[in-house]
């Protein structure tokens, strides 16, 4: 437990130097007095906003342990743009994304920040919650500019610039947990083995399923990984002679992967749920892929691309159109909510004549019940919370577009009704 501790500190720590560092480079910006002034059709501008166009920043990872996910959010990001600059574009300007890969490397993810900060009104997505997290005061304090992370940890409530779309990793744990108890046969007594990424995204899952297992009577077995480590050969061994009924994993989907099939290989055949960030398609493709559909659930914060809803289908057809060579996953449908959402605040802005970021964010907080077609209503007035505390439960099912089918629909536990993220 110390250990874990300590090596959290250090990445705080780490991350908390490397932000100084670059606010101490980028402090030297004089900006003409509130940087703000009056643009086309008297409407207040500010930073990334010109007389013809909004720019946007996309901080992702297209070459690290979310790869898969990086390109369908932004690929699905630059869809939405494409498509609403064809339509005239918002408040008579067009829309500019400006995408940086940062491979999920910390030291990359801040100088990207950096790099884009004075030239955007704010961010469609910022994956890895340990990043964000790390930029979350300098956002705050000075930059103020609306970011819509990727990421979905409860240690980034509270700001009304960083907006969680979703139910944040606890919440989301704890609806998983319920799944397993009500409809896998996990029981009071029953041991839960928790496999979990170090930093901002395990440890936050980690609570969610202490607290639900303290509700239903669990022991939780734990197994704290790097998002590096890609074999979890060690880790079924321990969770097999711990003697665990089901496993939660809150981890990249290489890692899911490899821990369903260790699994299966070895005799350890117990229900296991992950993450919404724990899958992808592509792993049906690969030799864990009899067993993830066999044994294999995840939780998402929205239904899965090959829904049928009217969205799912109209954007299904547009992101094959677009892009024919790649396949489908949720990523697209996470990537384009976060798009939408940021949309209608820029709208809501024009109509207030408040292009400035302050405006876009006071446009954002009065969202209260946006539907971007997936199943979830998003509730964008409350900083202190996640937009929902709802949850999917989904299974891989390489028959169905996408790869996923919904086993539970939208649904929250009765013990994330009661839990304070």
Same mark, same amino acid.
């Given at each position: 437990?110390?250990? +874990?501790?300590?090596?959290?500190?250090?990445?705080?720590?780490?991350?908390?130097?490397?932000?100084?560092?670059?606010?101490?480079? #980028?402090?030297?910006?004089?900006?003409?007095?509130?940087?703000?002034?009056?643009?086309?059709?008297?409407?207040?501008?500010?930073?990334?906003?010109?007389?013809?166009?909004?720019?946007?920043?996309?901080?992702?990872?297209?070459?690290?342990?979310?790869?898969?996910?990086?390109?369908?959010?932004?690929?699905?990001?630059?869809?939405?743009?494409?498509?609403?600059?064809?339509?005239?574009?918002? #408040?008579? +300007?067009?829309?500019?994304?400006?995408?940086?890969?940062?491979? @999920?490397?910390?030291?990359?993810?801040?100088?990207?920040? &950096?790099?884009?900060?004075?030239?955007?009104?704010?961010?469609?997505?910022?994956?890895?919650?340990?990043?964000?997290?790390?930029?979350?005061?300098?956002?705050?304090?000075?930059?103020?500019?609306?970011?819509?992370?990727?990421?979905?940890?409860?240690?980034?409530?509270?700001?009304?610039?960083?907006?969680?779309?979703?139910?944040? @990793?606890?919440?989301? &744990?704890?609806?998983?947990?319920?799944?397993?108890?009500?409809?896998?046969?996990?029981?009071?007594?029953? +041991?839960?083995?928790?496999?979990?990424?170090?930093?901002? @995204?395990?440890?936050?899952?980690?609570?969610?399923?202490?607290?639900?297992?303290?509700?239903?009577?669990? &022991?939780?077995?734990?197994?704290?990984?790097?998002?590096?480590?890609?074999?979890?050969?060690?880790?079924?061994?321990?969770?097999?002679?711990?003697?665990?009924?089901?496993?939660?994993?809150?981890?990249?989907?290489?890692?899911?992967?490899?821990?369903?099939?260790?699994?299966? $290989? &070895?005799?350890?055949?117990?229900?296991?749920?992950?993450?919404?960030?724990?899958?992808?398609?592509?792993?049906?493709?690969?030799?864990?892929?009899?067993?993830?559909?066999?044994?294999?659930?995840?939780?998402?914060?929205?239904?899965?691309?090959?829904?049928?809803?009217?969205?799912?289908?109209?954007?299904? $057809?547009? @992101?094959?159109?677009?892009?024919?060579?790649?396949? !489908?996953?949720?990523?697209?449908?996470?990537?384009?909510?976060?798009?939408?959402?940021?949309?209608?605040? !820029?709208?809501?802005? #024009? !109509?207030?004549?408040?292009?400035?970021?302050?405006?876009?964010?006071?446009?954002?907080?009065?969202?209260?019940?946006?539907?971007?077609?997936?199943?979830?209503?998003?509730?964008?007035?409350?900083?202190? $919370?996640?937009?929902?505390?709802?949850?999917?439960?989904?299974?891989?099912?390489?028959?169905?577009?996408?790869?996923?089918?919904?086993?539970?629909?939208?649904?929250?536990?009765?013990? $994330?009704?009661?839990?304070?993220?």
């Amino acid at each position: 437990m110390n250990h +874990r501790r300590q090596a959290v500190r250090g990445l705080a720590a780490a991350l908390a130097a490397l932000v100084a560092l670059t606010a101490a480079g #980028c402090s030297s910006k004089a900006k003409g007095g509130d940087g703000k002034q009056t643009g086309a059709g008297g409407v207040k501008t500010g930073e990334g906003v010109t007389d013809r166009t909004i720019s946007l920043g996309a901080l992702t990872d297209m070459t690290g342990v979310y790869a898969t996910l990086g390109k369908s959010v932004t690929q699905s990001q630059q869809l939405y743009v494409k498509q609403v600059n064809a339509a005239g574009g918002i #408040c008579g +300007r067009k829309l500019e994304l400006t995408v940086r890969d940062h491979g @999920y490397d910390p030291q990359k993810a801040l100088a990207a920040y &950096t790099e884009l900060e004075p030239k955007v009104v704010g961010y469609t997505q910022f994956i890895g919650s340990p990043f964000v997290a790390a930029v979350k005061q300098r956002v705050d304090a000075q930059d103020k500019g609306l970011v819509l992370p990727q990421a979905w940890s409860a240690s980034l409530l509270g700001s009304p610039y960083i907006r969680v779309l979703g139910a944040t @990793y606890d919440v989301e &744990t704890i609806n998983a947990v319920d799944f397993l108890l009500k409809e896998k046969g996990l029981k009071a007594g029953d +041991r839960l083995g928790h496999v979990y990424f170090e930093g901002d @995204y395990g440890e936050n899952a980690l609570k969610g399923s202490k607290y639900a297992a303290g509700k239903a009577g669990l &022991t939780v077995v734990e197994q704290k990984i790097k998002p590096t480590d890609n074999d979890m050969s060690a880790q079924v061994a321990a969770l097999k002679q711990a003697g665990v009924k089901a496993v939660v994993i809150s981890a990249g989907p290489r890692q899911a992967a490899s821990l369903v099939g260790v699994a299966a $290989a &070895t005799g350890l055949r117990v229900p296991v749920v992950g993450n919404n960030s724990a899958f992808a398609p592509q792993l049906l493709g690969t030799q864990a892929g009899p067993a993830l559909e066999k044994m294999y659930w995840f939780a998402s914060p929205s239904l899965p691309i090959g829904a049928d809803t009217p969205t799912a289908k109209k954007l299904v $057809a547009e @992101y094959r159109a677009a892009y024919p060579d790649d396949g !489908l996953d949720n990523g697209i449908v996470a990537g384009w909510t976060a798009a939408s959402v940021f949309g209608e605040a !820029l709208k809501k802005a #024009c !109509l207030d004549k408040d292009l400035t970021r302050e405006g876009v964010d006071r446009a954002l907080l009065s969202l209260n019940a946006h539907d971007a077609g997936f199943g979830m209503t998003h509730d964008l007035g409350d900083p202190t $919370a996640p937009s929902s505390r709802e949850s999917v439960i989904i299974q891989p099912d390489k028959s169905v577009p996408g790869g996923m089918r919904t086993v539970r629909q939208p649904f929250v536990s009765d013990a $994330a009704k009661t839990y304070t993220p």
